[in-house]
């Protein structure tokens, strides 16, 4: 990973000329993971954190450690065992929150608390019930109690694109005088255009000088599908941090995509002489990590990272492309990691190569963690002769989701043919333990696992979406299958990949059912906490 010097001031490096570096502020973890549906565990979001690391990400925004126990956990996870990034947790402007977010980041050689309060008319006088007077002693008083803890404080005014510039550059002021060493001017509801955000970072500019002695950051909503073209904006105003999300997940429509930003800059850095310190032949794994851990698919479309982005259909293209690649191709597909499926395992491979191949992944795994993998990964080069580097990615993601606290799948058989309602039957390790059956049948083999699973359990769980997927091309490929499950008002996303759907099928429902169960849930929206009305984010 390219190493570059610490951001000290907005399009400035430490020898005081514009610099074109642009720090990539990830915030898959925390905005990301606000995306309904998406409940991810401790385990799973170190894995996408250290991957963060290996991409080459500056500052993992970490979670929002005062939403819960199981957040602030997880933060604190990453603090202590992720290394080369800034490990960064968000917090509302009271004490509470600030103190909680640098109990989970203190671990961190690097820590950041991010710190955050509205300051759009709307947001003060509908939301928050408060004033003007108030927001800005608030966000004065919050770097302050910030900067007690750590160097690295980073302040936004939320809603700062629909906020009147003239308050906002007085609450940015403030957050500077009091020590804020970064700050971030959030389009948090995607409304703005290219033109307009630009225009606001040259008011703010021209109202407070003392942001050229700072980091000034981007943070984009893809509402109006803008979210890339408004952080593009920003940077040409002078902004040199983007924050932004794998696969464009977050809030609402999603963030500004991590990989598009990435690409932009990358592609074309001779025109606008910006680039970031992304290695980008870790792009590909990381949105198929992303993708897989939280169950949201990419659609096929998707720049960058579609299956589709370099597939040509139209014979023109076709013959162009194999005359010469660059005719209908501005980016070389190997640049993002996008490499053939390459054999790594056969049947009769010893835990020495898988280790190697796992390692290759940037996975170590020793002792009994290894054995469980061997075992797997056996099982089913059985079943498809030989395991490529795509099926393991998908076999170590399948086994991080295991949990002995969860409801695991032990076994099941399905009854199905054209002439009778299929029948399933299940049986079931409990969170306790215990081994526990169940029957059910349905208007197909999913729905009547579905209800076997239900029946075993005890819960009432309702599958509202479901999608299933070929981990590769071939015959005997890997199914992935990835559900959305309501259960009590609650809902939870799950997957589980098998060479057989039905299995994989029923481990993501039960994984789905887990999560609920376990409160691992969004609601749509920032988590209920302590102060509801006074919740947010950008």
């Known amino acids: 990973m390219e190493q570059a010097d610490e951001p000290t001031g907005v399009g400035r490096s430490h020898n005081g000329k514009q610099s074109d570096r642009v720090y990539i502020f990830d915030t898959t973890l925390r905005d990301g993971e606000q995306s309904p549906g ?4 401790v385990q799973e979001k170190l894995e996408i954190a250290h991957q963060l690391a290996r991409l080459g990400a500056d500052i993992i925004e970490a979670g929002f450690p005062i939403t819960s126990p199981g957040d602030s956990e997880a933060v604190e996870a990453i603090a202590q065992q992720v290394e080369g990034p800034v490990i960064c947790g968000l917090a509302r402007t009271s004490a509470q929150d600030i103190d909680a977010a640098w109990s989970a980041i203190k671990y961190s ?39 007690q803890y750590c160097d690295d404080v980073e302040f936004s005014p939320e809603d ?37 955000y630009g225009e606001i970072f040259r008011q703010l500019y021209e109202l407070v000088p003392e942001l050229r002695d700072v980091v000034v950051s981007v943070h984009c909503h893809d509402d109006l599908g803008l979210a890339v073209a408004n952080s593009f904006a920003g940077l040409l105003a002078g902004a040199r941090q983007v924050e932004c999300a794998v696969n464009g997940i977050g809030e609402r429509a999603g963030n500004a995509s991590l990989e598009e ?20 032949m870790e792009i590909a794994r990381t949105s198929r990590l992303v993708s897989r851990l939280t169950g949201y698919p990419v659609q096929p479309n998707k720049a960058i990272v579609g299956r589709n982005a370099f597939a040509h259909e139209a014979g023109i293209h076709q013959d162009g492309v194999l005359k010469e690649r660059t005719t209908y191709e501005i980016m070389d597909a190997k640049t993002i990691g ?4 390459q054999l790594v395992l056969g049947k009769h491979s010893g835990r020495h190569a898988l280790r190697n191949a796992l390692e290759d992944l940037g996975v170590r795994v020793d002792g009994q963690a290894l054995n469980t993998a061997f075992k797997r990964c056996k099982e089913i080069a059985d079943k498809k002769k030989n395991v490529t580097a795509l099926d393991l990615e998908a076999i170590v993601s399948d086994e991080i989701r295991e949990q002995a606290e969860a409801y695991n799948l032990a076994s099941f058989e399905v009854h199905d043919s054209s002439g009778s309602p299929p029948v399933a039957k299940v049986r079931v390790t409990s969170p306790e333990g215990e081994t526990v059956s169940g029957e059910g049948t349905g208007d197909g083999a999913v729905d009547a696992l579905r209800q076997a699973i239900n029946a ?13 997927a070929a981990v590769t091309p071939d015959t005997d490929a890997l199914g992935e299958v ?14 589980g990949v098998s060479t057989d759907t039905l299995e994989a099928s029923a481990r993501a429902y039960l994984r789905a059912l887990s999560n609920a169960l ?6 749509g929206g920032d988590p209920e906490i302590a102060e509801p009305a006074d919740a947010g984010g950008e």
């Open 109 to 147: 050689e690097r820590p950041r608390i991010h710190t955050f309060i509205a300051t759009s008319d709307i947001h003060i006088e509908r939301k928050l019930q408060t004033t003007r007077d108030d927001v800005l002693g608030q966000a004065r008083a919050a770097v302050a109690h910030a900067k």
């Open 338 to 341: 996008l490499q053939t499926n």
């Open 160 to 196: 700062g694109s629909r906020s009147d510039v003239d308050f906002m550059s007085e609450v940015v002021s403030a957050a500077i005088e009091e020590g804020a060493t970064t700050i971030n001017i959030p389009d948090t509801v995607g409304y703005t255009m290219p033109h307009e």
């Open 482 to 495: 990835s559900v959305l499950v309501e259960l009590d008002g609650r809902l939870a996303s799950g997957q």
């Open 261 to 280: 930003i990435v690409m932009l800059l990358r592609t074309r850095r001779s025109s606008v002489g910006l680039d970031t310190g992304i290695n980008t």
């Open 38 to 41: 998406i409940s991810l565990n």
């Open 518 to 523: 376990a409160g691992v849930t969004t609601w």
């Open 456 to 468: 075993a359990t005890g819960k009432a769980g309702v599958l509202k979406e479901y999608h299933v």
